[in-house]
């Protein structure tokens, strides 16, 4: 069996996006910021969505990739291509790791930089809580936090309605942030610190 028939056979998922072809080096710059700023990942181009391999035209999918990860991801997105001879077709891999200069943004529809996430076979914005969990993550510094009244509130609410420490939930900060005292900005900030450091206990 080819080695690409092995992916191709798990489709789109978490780790793995198909790419028919490129023609938008912004766009495609989604799906690269998305899987560094996840768990890491790889583009499979000359793939359509149901798997069928149609194969990259020309030469110039490697060069849109090099503008998607260096020119329009900030900061830039290191990554490791492959070709694939598939029959008389080419498949263009793309591996991306999980990056530890997390978060990268990519262009929106409008030209703003946003940070996007992969869930599941998709790629998402991130979420302000999301967000703020990739920049302490990986900022140089240690999370460092007292437990002082308005996060004891926090630890009470989220203990009170069972809710998980995780960036990827969808939490209801102005509902948390008035009953525990507290503005939208310094709630996200206080449950970001409580998830990183739940996930070094």
């Known amino acids: 069996m080819h080695p690409l028939d092995k992916m191709i056979a798990e489709g789109e998922h978490l780790h793995q996006d198909f790419k028919y072809f490129l023609s938008d080096a912004r766009k495609i710059a ?8 996840t768990d890491g990942g790889r583009l499979l181009i000359g793939v359509k969505d149901n798997g069928k391999v149609v194969g990259i035209k020309n030469e110039e999918d490697i060069h849109m990739i090099e503008a998607a990860a260096q020119v329009f991801c900030k900061p830039e997105v290191d990554y490791q291509p492959r070709i694939w001879e598939y029959g008389s077709r080419r498949v263009l891999e793309i591996n991306i790791a999980p990056s530890i ?4 943004t990519a262009p929106d529809e409008s ?17 302000a809580v999301e967000r703020r969990y990739l920049e302490l993550k990986f900022s140089s510094g240690a999370v460092n936090m007292a437990i002082g009244k308005p996060q004891q509130r926090i630890l009470d ?4 309605h069972n809710l998980p420490f995780e960036p990827g939930y969808r ?3 102005p509902a948390i942030a008035t009953c525990c005292l507290m503005s939208g900005q310094d709630c996200i900030e206080s449950i970001c610190k409580l998830i990183l450091l739940n996930e070094t206990v």
């Open 101 to 104: 200069l997390a978060p990268h």
């Open 111 to 127: 030209g703003r930089p946003t940070v996007y996430i992969r869930k599941a076979d998709e790629n998402k914005v991130a979420s």
């Open 30 to 37: 989604r799906s690269v910021a998305a899987f560094a700023n």
């Open 171 to 173: 939490y209801d900060i």
């Open 157 to 160: 609410y989220f203990s009170l």
